[in-house]
């Protein structure tokens, strides 16, 4: 209706799209900013019915001879519906050709800027009360419920993600603003609170969308992507779930070809289940995909060597190569020292002694291997236990809190030695588990292997995946549009980096670390995850430790050296994801300290810049209210403040997402491999019948301790989603409007030659890729470290580094 509407009135001549060009300069006359005719497109109505990704529109403008340049353009859309304007482009000035890159929906009246770039002290007189009038608009008034079509960016506690209407199993704390839950903030929907709860916001659920300002939603092409991928993870997950009501027998794997079949044979749509799918576009979808929507893809750990995830060197290596290599640290106390409050949680003396672990040392003693630096630890104990008795007690949940000691042999390659499992600070049950003598410890060994895994996993996919590199970028993206100007040189280099971050967030609160949603029914914490999560924010985040080279000496994995690029010296020296890094980390930190020094030629700027200020002290004091006080964050006096504040911000949108996010299904679609949860401990000679069943059918007791079908598929089909590269995707060294996104020469220049820093790293990734000295990276069956090679194609492809954080 509303497009037949607005096609009436362009056929009568309506002038619906009307632009007006405004000067850099001042009208002495009126003591305003001098501005052309208004001019209006009038071929709207002869292009409206044309089907293409882009239609251009031209129009005349007339000025004064002395109207000067123009700095910025007002578009108003008359019209019922919005429209997506890319870029302007003003031509038939004697400067040359003026461009405005847009890239925002219009409603109403906009404004926009010219891709000219000015601190705020250096604003031309005709644009200073544009600038500061947009940047209000921007922010609102912190008060009402925001509609779809709002642009107003603003902070709010996570109080969304419990539904205490639907019942008391269904509450969750608020996270943030609390000493006992601080967090982040998220962006402000301001919607109504719920009935039981007034401190909790009441709940959208899918299909109807959350809040995010307009220009934060993902466009056609990406929404297209990820709504088809979703309506396969519902599939995946609604099929098996009847195919388990039908018959008792699926509820578990009982054999590995069980796990097969999800590849080979897929789980067919048959017409008496079709007839119990509820939702009549999941039909249409399924047969507008191909055939093998319900086929799950082999996962590239077995694809080349379909055992190699139970080899003990496989396990090390993922430490350090796989999709979660940023948590093993080097063995500095042995034994390892807990510092969670023994007031509260007891003491948590470690079980493990030397004796666990001397006969694999190459004849060295313990102390002497630690200060040559070749013990490492994958350490979850206190992440989990305080914890522990609350997983336990719920149903179909069992874990341990994990420690897991590796060895560095002289081949460069870990090998694990030994894991400590504990349970919960009621039971003060503590035990070693150590590598294989038999057939009854093997399985037993395979066993702890696999709650390491999921130890790993969940800390994988609540602390360094959604806490660090989703949740705490967000209150930088928010105020960042809240503060700094459109014109501003530190948006400009931030702007591709927080592409759609807040619509990817958004959809999480709705449907992933919601009550009873994806995250919390497929990992072993339950209704705990986002308390884990919590309480690694609150105990473990450090905005000063999260750029690379500082992550790596805090967690002991290298020494400070000033004869390298980095200033850092690798302990382990093959170490992908740290050696590959640190080359990303170098080339991102180049580009950025060229950009800073060419806008900032002394330190007075900086201190003098108000929006720049204003930016990082709204990051700090309002979106991370809860740590303002920690010693975390830097200052922000001069330039090399400024870089290294940037280059963090950049490096974790990218770099750091890419490395943890898109190797979850090639890793973790294999569920023995790293299963998200636990169902079963390890059984024990003291649990006597428990023990029994164990010796009877060992294969049996493992795939029945990991997750059920209905569980397994619900995960892999997420993962899958997650590990998805779009078909718009932007990869680091790329950028939109690429020619026309910077007014300065300059700067063009300088990120041409990040851009090609960036192919060469790639082609030097592809070429340790082939190194048969690289035992972590190449060999028979090992897969190759791609992650973080900068570019993929779309798909799942176990590599590539978009500009932000989409998935």
């Given amino acids: 209706m509303l497009?037949?509407?607005?096609?009436?009135?362009?056929?009568?001549?309506?002038?619906?799209?009307?632009?007006?060009?405004?000067?850099?300069?001042?009208?002495?006359?009126?003591?305003s900013p001098k501005k052309s005719s208004k001019a209006a497109l009038m071929?709207?109505?002869?292009?409206?019915?044309?089907?293409?990704?882009r239609v251009n529109y031209t129009t005349e403008f007339i000025v004064d001879s002395n109207f000067g340049v123009p700095g910025a353009i007002t578009v108003t859309n008359k019209h019922q519906r919005e429209f997506f304007l890319e870029s302007i482009t003003i031509e038939g000035f004697v400067s040359g050709a003026v461009h405005f890159p847009c890239k925002s929906w219009v409603q109403g009246e906009r404004i926009f800027f010219s891709n000219k770039t000015y601190l705020p002290g250096d604003t031309p007189a005709g644009l200073r009360v544009l600038r500061e009038k947009e940047l209000i608009n921007l922010r609102g008034d912190g008060k009402g419920v925001r509609t779809l079509s709002d642009r107003i960016y603003d902070f709010d506690t996570y109080n969304d993600l419990g539904n205490p209407d639907e019942g008391v199993e269904l509450t969750?704390?608020?996270l943030g603003g609390s000493q006992n839950h601080p967090y982040p903030r998220r962006c402000r929907t301001g919607r109504a609170p719920t009935d039981t709860d007034m401190h909790a916001e009441s709940r959208v659920e899918m299909p109807l969308p959350m809040y995010v300002?307009?220009?934060?939603?993902?466009?056609?092409?990406?929404?297209?992507?990820?709504?088809?991928?979703?309506?396969?993870?519902?599939?995946?997950?609604?099929?098996?779930?009847l195919k388990a009501s039908l018959s008792a027998n699926n509820h578990d794997f009982n054999r590995f070809s069980d796990i097969d079949d999800l590849y080979s044979d897929g789980l067919p749509l048959q017409d008496e289940i079709l007839k119990k799918i509820p939702l009549l576009q999941v039909l249409t979808k399924i047969q507008e995909c191909s055939q093998g929507l319900l086929k799950y893809d082999t996962p590239k750990i077995i694809s080349k060597d379909k055992f190699a995830w139970l080899r003990d060197d496989e396990f090390a290596r993922q430490a350090i190569a796989g999709v979660n290599p940023v948590n093993i640290e080097g063995l500095k106390v042995f034994p390892p020292v807990s510092k969670l409050d023994p007031e509260i949680y007891g003491h948590q003396d470690s079980a493990l002694k030397e004796e666990h672990i001397l006969g694999q040392l190459n004849g060295m003693t313990v102390q002497q291997e630690i200060v040559e630096n070749k013990l490492f630890m994958a350490n979850y104990h206190d992440v989990y236990v305080p914890f522990l008795d609350g997983i336990n007690a719920l149903d179909g949940r069992k874990s341990y809190a994990t420690r897991t000691i590796f060895f560095l042999t002289p081949l460069g390659t870990l090998k694990p030695i030994a894991i400590e499992l504990s349970l919960g600070p009621s039971s003060g049950w503590k035990r070693v588990v150590t590598p294989p003598v038999d057939a009854t410890t093997n399985w037993k060994w395979q066993l702890a292997k696999a709650h390491v895994c999921a130890n790993d996993a969940g800390v994988h996919q609540l602390v360094n995946h959604w806490l660090r590199t989703h949740a705490c970028m967000e209150?930088?993206?928010?105020s960042a549009h809240r503060q700094l100007s459109a014109m501003h040189p530190v948006f400009k280099l931030l702007d591709p980096h927080m592409r759609y971050t807040l619509d990817i967030n958004a959809l999480a609160r709705q449907k992933l670390i919601n009550a009873d949603g994806i995250i919390e029914s497929c990992f072993t914490p339950g209704r705990y995850c986002m308390e884990i999560s919590c309480g690694a924010?609150?105990?473990?985040?450090?905005?000063?430790?999260?750029?690379?080279?500082?992550?790596?000496?805090?967690?002991?994995m290298a020494v400070p050296d000033p004869t390298q690029p980095n200033g850092v010296k690798l302990l382990i020296e093959d170490y992908p994801y740290a050696t590959d890094g640190l080359l990303i980390w170098s080339a991102i930190e180049n580009w950025v300290r060229t950009y800073v020094n060419h806008y900032y030629r002394h330190a007075s700027l900086i201190c003098n810049d108000k929006e720049l200020q204003a930016w990082y002290s709204e990051s700090i004091n309002v979106g991370h209210a809860d740590l303002r006080h920690q010693r975390c964050w830097p200052t922000l006096n001069n330039s090399e403040d400024l870089v290294s504040i940037l280059t963090t911000l950049i490096w974790t949108v990218s770099a750091q997402h890419a490395a943890i996010n898109f190797g979850q299904y090639p890793y973790g679609g294999y569920v023995p491999n790293r299963p998200p949860l636990m169902r079963r401990l390890i059984p024990f000679p003291e649990d006597e019948a428990e023990y029994a069943n164990f010796l009877a059918d060992p294969q049996k007791y493992f795939l029945n301790a990991l997750p059920s079908v209905l569980q397994a598929t619900k995960y892999m089909s997420i993962v899958d989603i997650l590990s998805t590269h779009?078909?718009?995707?932007?990869?680091?060294?790329?950028?939109?409007?690429?020619?026309?996104?910077?007014?300065d020469a300059d700067i063009t220049e300088a990120f041409c030659s990040f851009s090609a820093e960036i192919r060469r790293i790639e082609k030097e990734i592809e070429r340790r890729n082939l190194d048969p000295s690289l035992r972590?990276?190449?060999?028979?069956?090992?897969?190759?470290?791609?992650?973080?090679?900068?570019?993929?194609?779309?798909?799942?492809?176990?590599?590539?580094?978009?500009?932000?954080?989409?998935?």
């Fill in 172 to 174: 969750r704390p608020t």
């Fill in 776 to 807: 972590n990276r190449c060999g028979a069956g090992v897969l190759p470290y791609e992650l973080l090679a900068p570019t993929s194609r779309p798909g799942v492809t176990c590599r590539g580094i978009p500009n932000s954080v989409s998935t």
């Fill in 3 to 31: 497009k037949h509407l607005d096609a009436i009135n362009d056929s009568i001549g309506t002038r619906n799209v009307v632009l007006e060009l405004i000067s850099t300069e001042i009208d002495p006359k009126t003591k």
């Fill in 537 to 556: 924010y609150k105990n473990g985040w450090s905005f000063d430790m999260e750029g690379l080279p500082a992550d790596l000496m805090r967690r002991g």
């Fill in 475 to 478: 209150p930088f993206i928010l």
């Fill in 213 to 241: 300002p307009r220009d934060e939603q993902f466009d056609e092409s990406k929404l297209n992507t990820f709504v088809i991928k979703r309506l396969k993870a519902v599939v995946h997950n609604l099929i098996p779930g």
């Fill in 43 to 53: 071929d709207w109505s002869k292009k409206s019915n044309v089907k293409a990704e």
């Fill in 726 to 743: 779009s078909s718009d995707e932007e990869y680091l060294g790329e950028r939109r409007h690429s020619s026309i996104w910077s007014g």
